[in-house]
């Protein structure tokens, strides 16, 4: 009775090694070269300007990265590179959605996609020659000051793009973070709960395997 209890325990680490340790190698290798290899990018807009950012999953920088801009039909719009940061910045080239490509060599690309709806807010609606010639002069008068209010030596418009230009400044490093975080692969963390998952699978099943053959 022992012997066989010797021998089928034996037969579950031959069947053991045979089948989860091919897996987990295979696992290491091929998560590895997946998560260096991702490359992300991100785009808005900024007043009549396109931000965008790239980064590898892994949180490293592409340098001077090409990036290609395109319009619907696919007709190359401008085309350059981003900085020591993965970032780059271009002006609005026309009112039309924007397909973009950021290229860091090697196979690695990413595409942004700006909508129309967000382009278009860059291009601020002109007033009729109509509507501006029936505009009251007394109404005219009441939002001239309004329009050149100065709040110590700076306009409200001034005022606006310097916070908006210092939130930008303070968000970016969290939004490059939180986009790597969301997009990267599994972690080393992640994989050994896989490992460890399969060894109980295996293990399980070799449990009830042997009081199968015990009962028989």
């Known amino acids: 009775m022992k012997r066989n209890k010797k021998k089928v325990l034996h037969q579950a680490n031959r069947c053991l090694i045979r089948t989860v340790l091919p897996t987990i190698i295979f696992i290491l290798a091929a998560t590895g070269p997946a998560l260096a290899h991702k490359f992300l990018a991100s785009g808005w807009v900024e007043g009549d ?10 949180g490293d920088i592409p340098h001077n990265a090409e990036v290609l801009v395109l319009d619907d039909a696919g007709t190359l719009l401008l085309s350059t590179t981003t900085d020591d940061e993965g970032i780059c910045s271009f002006t609005i080239p026309q009112k039309s959605a924007l397909h973009i490509k950021v290229k860091a060599g090697m196979g690695h690309q990413a ?7 967000e382009v278009a807010a860059a291009f601020p609606a002109k007033d009729t020659p109509a509507a501006s010639a029936a505009l009251p002069s007394t109404e005219a008068d009441r939002t001239a000051p309004a329009d050149s209010q100065m709040v110590s030596g700076l306009s409200a418009q001034g005022i606006q793009a310097i916070v908006e230009k210092s939130l930008d400044n303070k968000l970016r490093p969290i939004i490059r973070k ?6 990267t692969g599994p972690n080393v963390k992640d994989i050994a709960g896989g490992i460890g998952y399969i060894f109980g699978l295996v293990g399980i099943g070799t449990y009830f395997n042997y009081r199968r053959r015990k009962k028989a």
Do not use: M
């Open 49 to 58: 300007t396109v931000v965008l950012e790239a980064a590898f999953g892994n």
């Open 111 to 117: 595409k942004i996609l700006i909508p129309l709806e």
């Open 178 to 183: 939180l986009s790597v975080k969301e997009n």
